[in-house]
């Protein structure tokens, strides 16, 4: 299973990105997907998740407000919708996948993309 994520970049505080978690060669449909980042000498981090299934979503509370995760099934990608950045966003971060429930615990998940990068600055 090998996960893609895309999309950051430096964006000025206030600021929009949109990140993308992409699949070759199997469905995401099957699996929980979660984001999760790692600022600079900080652990790992949940900050949203989306089920298989019934699509169940949750989001730490941290970014509540201003991230929305979401699925587009034909293109076999799941996105996540940064708006109004702040600088204690940026991070590094990453898409994961597991056949379990929506939980933002990083032992959950098994399959990791290898991370995008998103700095936020004026």
């Known amino acids: 299973v090998q996960l893609q994520a895309s999309g950051g970049g430096l964006v000025q505080p206030g600021g929009s990105l949109r990140l993308s978690c992409a699949a070759s060669?199997?469905?995401?449909?099957?699996?929980?997907i979660a984001w999760f980042r790692q600022a600079p000498g900080k652990e790992r981090e949940g900050v949203s998740c989306?089920?298989?299934?019934?699509?169940?979503?949750n989001y730490a509370d941290s970014v509540k407000g201003r991230f929305t995760i979401s699925r587009d099934y034909a293109k076999n990608t799941v996105y996540l919708q940064i708006n109004g950045l702040k600088s204690e966003d940026t991070a590094v971060y990453f898409c994961?996948?597991?056949?379990?429930?929506?939980?933002?615990?990083?032992?959950?998940?098994?399959?990791w993309g290898q991370g995008t990068e998103v700095t936020v600055s004026s």
């Open positions: 989306i089920s298989s299934g019934d699509g169940t979503i």
């Open positions: 060669r199997f469905t995401l449909d099957i699996f929980t």
């Open positions: 994961a996948a597991n056949r379990g429930s929506c939980r933002l615990a990083r032992p959950n998940y098994v399959y």
